[in-house]
């Protein structure tokens, strides 16, 4: 077993996608049961994500989603993958953290995102724009300010019961926040791209951390689906659901509940469709335990990350377990 992958936490990003037949409060209490498994297997943390006006996503409300999770588990970190803070206030963002943190001392991760909604009539349902994304770096400066007690921007103002308390914050990488998570001395959650664009992003984000009171040192969490089955091909087949997803939502503009595999093998897709799908599982890893553990062993010794951030997904729920069961075995 590789030394490098036991050293390595591992954790989930789990969005609460919904399956095709089964309704948004089936996928949320899925998640909750999800993440008391995740915990069992010695998974670091667990998070969850922000979508809004998805059709196969019920995880619109992240830190609400985060309070269930936490209280359902007991020693698993629980954050989100993460907040989008176009969408909203920055010091309501830092009370809704201030209260998780204060229920659940030293458990709470606070991920941020700059993204904003995926289609323009969401965007005017949140308020904000396609430009709302340009004001990420004075969002994140206030909101990590109502925690210390030094956001200038509405003097006399106390966020409560956030001031003085530390979830940890992390910035998720979309365009520019490597440069802005080194900027902040935070750490950084970076995937979705070629391996060696990820690598120069790491390097520059590493070169250019500044030290703060919120890390003293870079701190690197790499992203991505890892499927693992005894059977390569079924390894195959588990995150085909959300790569036909994903394809889906860029050719359509919705992104749709999950699929059985045996309907997307059978779907006739247009050629747009066919090379959006594969390009989205391109970038998906998947495979028998050992070959899993050789691409992930490579890639943790070029990026020197500190931890990998899973968000596999797959439509059987039993699959999608096991998967996480081989991964575990590998990495602990």
Do not use: C
């Amino acid at each position: 077993m590789s030394s490098v992958l036991r050293a390595t936490p591992f954790s989930v990003l789990d969005r609460a996608h919904v399956r095709a037949g089964e309704d948004a409060a089936r996928a949320l209490r899925d998640t909750v049961v999800f993440a008391r498994q995740a915990e069992a297997l010695g998974y670091h943390r667990f998070w969850v994500a922000e979508h809004h006006g998805v059709p196969g996503v019920a995880g619109s409300a992240p830190t609400v989603l985060a309070a269930a999770i936490a209280g359902a588990t007991s020693r698993i970190r629980v954050g989100t993958g993460g907040v989008m803070l176009p969408n909203h206030r920055p010091m309501v963002v830092a009370e809704q953290f201030g209260v998780l943190e204060a229920l659940f001392p030293g458990r709470i991760d606070m991920g941020l995102g700059r993204s904003v909604g995926f289609t323009e009539g969401i965007r005017k349902a949140l308020g904000a724009g396609k430009d709302a994304a340009d004001g990420f770096d004075a969002q994140l400066t206030e909101l990590l300010g109502w925690f210390t007690g030094t956001q200038r921007t509405y003097p006399q103002v106390h966020a409560w019961p956030a001031e003085g308390l530390r979830p940890a914050p992390f910035v998720l990488a979309v365009g520019s926040g490597a440069e802005l998570a080194a900027a902040h001395g935070l750490p950084l959650v970076i995937g979705g791209r070629s391996e060696d664009d990820l690598l120069r992003s790491v390097d520059r984000y590493r070169a250019a951390f500044r030290p703060s009171a919120w890390a003293a040192a870079p701190y690197v969490v790499l992203s991505g689906t890892v499927a693992v089955a005894e059977d390569p091909e079924q390894a195959r087949r588990l995150p085909a659901a959300e790569a036909w997803a994903t394809a889906y939502s860029r050719s359509h503009g919705a992104f749709p509940p999950l699929e059985p595999y045996e309907a997307i093998a059978a779907r006739a897709m247009t050629v747009q469709e066919r090379e959006r799908f594969e390009e989205a599982a391109s970038r998906q890893l998947y495979g028998t335990p050992e070959q899993v553990a050789k691409v992930l062993e490579s890639l943790l010794i070029r990026s020197a990350a500190d931890e990998y951030l899973v968000t596999t997904t797959g439509y059987d729920r039993a699959e999608r377990l096991r998967s996480y069961e081989l991964l575990a075995a590998l990495t602990h």
